[in-house]
């Protein structure tokens, strides 16, 4: 008797579990739809990133190089460090590139701890890291776009405008010349690389009135796409079809115009080492001269960014 | 003689291996129960020390009761005082919502539901239990946002002063936590209410009591202690969760009101880690601290309460 109820218990339960297999099936279709939708513009240099590798066998009798080189930092230069370790470690067969991406800060800080050989920062190194002895080796130039949703109809905004909205000033689209709908102001979390970038060419620093102080470029993309009146910034690159990037002073956020120096929203990229690169290992001075070759050049605009001569 | 030794390898073979045995089984239990003990010491210990330092250099007072949280300013202000608001009105909040519901589930359960239907609702509550929270946070953020920013552009139409946040809140982040901690308290109350002695119950009923009296008169008090036991866990629960809450909350600091996008001690750790450097990563550690010390008390009054409960079994 007590068997049958317990194996009765077993097959509802079982059943139960399967349906909530199903029901969770469900759930995280909708997170691979959202991933999708970031995945796409990650998704979409790699053309250009395949032809850098087709290149690099040619060339891979000078590669006679051995060694490792291991990188930590910015989550915002997640997409160069691995194109540029996959490229890289095709190229010279004997060096192993690892990366890790766990905040500009923690990068630098790993550098100066000696657990790394190259700190990766998406903002300008502070006085306080260049002290411990990290020098500033700027690899590439990033733009900052600031994206609205879909349905917005304000296609352009003044730099002063921009700082009312943040500052908290400016609440309404209607004042911009929009609809009349409340702005919902989206922001990265204090320490962040584009927060910091972003305050700082605005000359707003610590004057911003957040609504939404996110922790990822996907979720103010996400939070942005899906909530009508949201404002919100993030690196030119990862922008797509879900959001609309405004354009700034009447210039649009386009790479010609970051490189001419008009739009104004825009930072560098920094991988830096503990003393000059003329000091490193030979893998990571070759890394520096690879960065700074046409193929390198070429591996820096595939990923959506922009070269600094 | 020459038997045993052959024999060695049987722990009944000689009394030299059977003492080796007992003496090694004993190192090994020992060095587990040591590595238990090893674990919260080094902990707590990493904690304080890691904890401290901010709290001699901004002071015990700037963190604890300012108001400010601008950790990266040229004049940085480490004021914590609405992170911890949010996380006791958050969490007290979502405990009225969420105990309510759960306790009366485990009534459901326990005492009035058809045993088949029991059956059916039971692995449903544990299935509650299994879903990963960022799943909860993610459905929160897709189904509850939208909705609560609905409500937000009716409430405050005409007010100009309030600052829309897209109905990242406080009200959905107290939702999905009260959601959260169901299968706690479920569970637990459902457990207590059955371990109440049966003849408490026939009595009540011999005396012309109705089967809701029963329930409300009888059971609930005198499955007292372990319903308590129940909300403590899930004051735990609610206070310790961050992912879920960190996709619906809108992590802005501000003060713990319904509309207003906050910012609690778990998610102010969890999205400023990455990022932080110097003196800022030192209050993060504090703001895991002043977590820990919550989550130490609420231990605290955990365990009292399951003593008194024992002894009130005693009787």
Redesign the interface.
């Known amino acids: 008797m007590k068997n049958r109820m317990s194996k009765?218990?077993a097959v509802?339960?079982m059943s139960?579990?399967v349906m909530?297999t199903l029901a969770?099936c469900g759930?995280t279709e909708?997170?691979t739809e959202t991933a999708v939708e970031q995945e796409t513009t990650e998704a979409a240099p790699t053309p250009a990133e395949e032809a850098v590798v087709e290149e690099a066998p040619a060339e891979e009798a000078v590669a006679d190089l051995s060694g490792s080189i291991s990188m930590a930092g910015s989550?915002s230069m997640e997409k160069l460090a691995t194109a540029l370790s996959e490229v890289f470690m095709a190229k010279y067969p004997g060096i192993t590139v690892t990366a890790e991406f766990?905040?500009?800060?923690?990068g630098?800080?790993s550098l100066a701890a000696g657990s790394v050989d190259i700190g990766n920062s998406s903002r300008s190194l502070?006085d306080?890291?260049k002290e411990a002895g990290a020098v500033e080796n700027i690899v590439a130039i990033d733009g900052i776009a600031v994206v609205v949703d879909p349905e917005n109809t304000v296609a352009g905004l003044s730099k002063d405008q921009l700082v009312g909205i943040y500052k908290?000033e400016i609440?309404n689209w209607s004042e911009v010349g929009g609809t009349d709908a409340?702005?919902?102001?989206?922001g990265r979390?204090?320490?962040?690389?584009t927060r910091?970038a972003f305050e700082e060419l605005l000359e707003v620093?610590?004057l911003c009135?957040?609504?939404?102080?996110?922790?990822s470029t996907g979720?103010v993309m996400?939070?942005v796409a899906?909530?009508?009146?949201?404002i919100g910034y993030v690196s030119l690159d990862v922008v797509d079809e879900t959001v609309v990037a405004v354009a700034l002073d009447e210039v649009a956020p386009t790479e010609e115009n970051i490189k001419a120096g008009s739009y104004f929203l825009s930072r560098p990229f920094v991988m830096a080492t503990q003393g000059e690169v003329s000091a490193q290992s030979e893998a990571v001075q070759e890394l520096f001269n690879f960065l700074a070759s046409e193929e390198g050049k070429e591996l820096i605009k595939s990923v959506g960014l922009i070269t600094v001569d | 003689m020459t038997n045993t030794k052959e024999k060695s390898f049987s722990i009944i073979g000689s009394l030299k291996t059977k003492s080796t045995v007992e003496k090694s089984a004993q190192v090994v239990f020992t060095t587990c129960a040591f590595f238990a003990v090893l674990a919260v010491l080094s902990i707590t210990l990493y904690m304080v020390i890691n904890g401290t330092p901010a709290l001699t250099k901004v002071g015990i007072r700037e963190i604890l009761f300012g108001t400010v949280?601008?950790?990266?300013?040229?004049e940085p202000s480490y004021g914590i005082l609405y992170v911890i608001l949010t996380s006791i009105v958050g969490t007290f909040l979502s405990i009225l919502v969420g105990v309510p519901i759960g306790l009366f589930t485990a009534i459901f359960l326990a005492e009035v539901a058809p045993r088949k239907l029991a059956?059916?609702v039971k692995?449903?509550v544990?299935?509650l239990a299994?879903?990963p929270s960022v799943?909860y946070g993610?459905?929160g953020?897709?189904l509850l946002?939208?909705i609560m920013?609905k409500w937000e552009?009716i409430i405050?139409k005409d007010d100009?002063n309030h600052?829309?946040?897209?109905?990242?809140n406080l009200i959905s982040a107290v939702i999905v936590l009260a959601i959260m901690i169901l299968p706690t308290v479920i569970n637990i109350s459902e457990a207590a209410l059955k371990a109440v002695p049966r003849h408490l119950k026939e009595a009540s009923l011999a005396l012309g009591g109705s089967h809701i009296q029963t329930i409300f008169k009888v059971m609930i008090p005198a499955a007292k202690s372990g319903i308590v036991t129940a909300i403590v866990l899930g004051v735990g629960r609610a206070i310790g969760e961050a992912m879920a809450i960190?996709?619906v909350s809108?992590?802005?600091v501000n003060m713990p009101l319904p509309f207003n996008?906050v910012?609690f001690l778990t998610t102010a750790i969890?999205?400023?880690?990455?990022?932080?450097?110097?003196l800022?990563?030192q209050v993060l550690f504090t703001i895991g601290l002043v977590l820990f010390l919550f989550i130490m008390l609420i231990n605290f009054l955990l365990t009292k309460g399951l003593k008194k409960g024992e002894k009130e079994n005693d009787k």
């Open positions: 009765l218990v509802i339960a139960a579990m909530g969770g759930s909708e997170v989550t766990t905040g500009s800060s923690a630098i800080e502070k306080s890291e908290g609440k409340p702005i919902v102001v989206v979390e204090a320490g962040s690389g910091g620093e610590d009135v957040y609504a939404n102080e996110l922790d979720a996400a939070k899906s909530t009508p009146g949201a | 949280w601008k950790p990266t300013a040229a059956k059916l692995p449903a544990e299935l299994g879903i799943i993610l459905l953020l897709l946002n939208p920013y552009l405050f100009p600052q829309f946040t897209g109905g990242a960190s996709l809108g992590s802005s996008s910012r969890v999205s400023e880690m990455g990022y932080a450097s110097d800022h990563r």
